[in-house]
């Protein structure tokens, strides 16, 4: 069964404090890798797509990686507005459903002052 | 651009009632998705449209759900005879194909969030 686990549930981290979010991904054949911020009460945004692995990209202090088992998102001098849940979600390549994301439970990220 | 919007923002409604919901996707975006999220959870697919065509319905979708994007632009989620475990936050999202990319970028609204008494 395709599954998507995301570590740790929640992060704590001071400003400045460096940390990184793991997504760890099953599925049957990936077609894409997808990042997203929610804060409450509102709908995900996009952050980043990743389509193999070795792929990395960039925006401001956030840098997502990937692997053929995970994705990490590595977040630089955290500042208190990046406070948020962090969601992952994966495409299928091979079978199954050609449109629909399959999401982790996602990583809150609280970054106090 | 607005981007994908959607209405009401919010709805309360008895048990046994039933509730629409509207969605607006990105104006050039063909593929509209509707996606269901409680909380603590991440967003859980329900069905998605490619133009007018309905492509795919998930187990999630009981007989009690329909959806429609009739003439390939916004798109209606019905939920008849309401329940207490349909309370949740309803997601649209929207996409188009981008060239030369396996797969899609999808963008989401904000979200109505639902609650059955």
């Known amino acids: 069964e395709d599954q998507v686990t995301q570590s740790p549930e929640a992060l704590r981290l001071q400003e400045g404090e460096s940390s990184s979010l793991n997504c760890s991904y099953t599925v049957s054949g990936l077609r894409g890798l997808f990042w997203y911020r929610q804060d409450p009460g509102k709908g995900p945004e996009f952050l980043f797509t990743?389509?193999?692995a070795g792929e990395e990209k960039e925006k401001e202090r956030l840098k997502a990686t990937l692997t053929k088992k995970e994705s990490f998102l590595h977040i630089t001098a955290p500042k208190p507005e990046d406070s948020a849940t962090y969601l992952c979600?994966?495409?299928?390549?091979?079978?199954?459903?050609?449109?629909?994301?399959?999401f982790g439970k996602g990583t809150k990220l609280s970054v106090k002052p | 651009d607005t981007g994908v919007s959607q209405d009401p923002r919010h709805k309360i409604t008895k048990r046994g009632q039933n509730v629409t919901f509207r969605c607006d996707p990105i104006s050039e975006h063909n593929r509209l998705y509707w996606y269901r999220q409680t909380l603590g959870q991440g967003p859980e697919f329900l069905t998605y449209?490619?133009?007018?065509?309905?492509?795919?319905k998930s187990r999630l979708l009981s007989d009690r759900f329909s959806a429609e994007r009739p003439k390939g632009s916004f798109s209606t989620l019905e939920i008849q005879r309401t329940e207490q475990g349909d309370s949740a936050m309803y997601l649209c999202?929207?996409?188009?194909?981008?060239?030369?990319?396996?797969?899609?970028?999808?963008?989401f609204g904000p979200g109505t969030r639902l609650t059955v008494t």
């Open positions: 979600a994966v495409q299928q390549g091979y079978g199954g459903s050609q449109g629909n994301l399959i």
């Open positions: 449209f490619q133009n007018e065509a309905q492509l795919e």
């Open positions: 990743l389509y193999s």
């Open positions: 999202a929207s996409s188009s194909p981008f060239r030369g990319r396996p797969t899609y970028e999808q963008y």
